[in-house]
């Protein structure tokens, strides 16, 4: 495929084959339609017979060359396969437009220290596992880790103190990130307020602009209820102190806190499906 593309890249190349494409033709004709001198045509010819577009063939005094249909329905095959990728319903790339149309919003009200102080997001997820199982995974570390960040970060650093008091802190990077070396996607630091273990968990976490203030501060609020199948989690979520450059954060509160919550609840099931 490399080869094909490379060959089908040059301008000269790709008016021959768009001349070969409506019938076999010599090197001599090829030339004087594609306004080029002759040896540049029998090379660009050869590179295109190399990447398997082409054949040739000697008929009396002229050399006749034919195109293949194969190779370049094996490149449309591979491009709509790519472009299938980019559109398929619910894919990434629908996701990130969604995002972007909710960051062009947000940039919009963003007018004012605290313009979006009073805001609330509230989510409910039904989990498999009790109460207890489900705090677990609300506060230890370790199992904190496979859920706290949206589909496409990953924690890089991570502390939680479950706690009255106990400090937080959640730093998170592009989850294809394996070196480290990308730019840090997010940091928030805060504190548990309230925690009643397979009952509920209040928190405040405050993400990080770029430049080390505050975007605003989220106060968050999980509440379990067992469930003949598991246990019913609601979280609220509220903002305060929100910062005029805090719109790209605010933005993405629904769709990424959403993200991780249905992470968590495919953790949940899957640890259940081992036992």
């Known amino acids: 495929m490399d080869a094909l593309l490379s060959a089908l890249a040059d301008p000269v190349r790709w008016r021959l084959v768009s001349l070969l494409a409506e019938r076999p033709r010599s090197v001599g004709v090829l030339a004087q339609l594609a306004e080029a001198r002759q040896p540049q045509t029998t090379k660009h010819l050869q590179t295109l017979e190399r990447a398997g577009l ?5 008929t009396g005094q002229r050399r006749i060359y034919t195109l293949r249909s194969a190779p370049l329905r094996e490149l449309v095959t591979a491009l709509t396969r790519l472009a299938d990728t980019v559109d398929q319903d619910g894919g990434a790339y629908e996701t990130y437009e969604r995002h972007g149309r909710s960051v062009d919003a947000e940039r919009g009200a963003a007018d004012r220290q605290g313009w979006a102080d009073g805001r609330t997001f509230d989510f409910h997820r039904p989990l498999a596992g009790g109460p207890e199982q489900v705090w677990r995974h609300l506060t230890e570390p370790a199992l904190l880790r496979r859920w706290w960040t949206p589909d496409d970060l990953k924690v890089s650093e991570l ?4 706690r009255q008091g106990g400090r937080i802190v959640l730093e998170y990077r592009d989850v294809e990130d394996a070196a480290g070396t990308d730019a840090v996607a997010g940091r ?5 307020e309230e925690a009643r273990p397979g009952e509920g968990l209040t928190y405040r976490l405050s993400p990080r602009l770029p430049d080390g203030g505050t975007a605003f501060t989220a106060h968050v609020d999980f509440a379990l209820r067992r469930t003949a199948t598991g246990t019913d989690l609601d979280v609220r979520y509220r903002i305060t102190d929100s910062a005029v450059d805090s719109a790209d954060f605010v933005a993405g509160i ?3 806190f959403g993200q991780s919550l249905d992470k968590l609840g495919a953790a949940l099931s899957a640890e259940g499906a081992e036992h």
């Open 54 to 58: 082409v054949t040739a063939e000697r």
């Open 159 to 162: 502390v939680f103190e479950a």
């Open 188 to 192: 928030g630091e805060g504190v548990v």
């Open 254 to 256: 629904e769709l990424g």
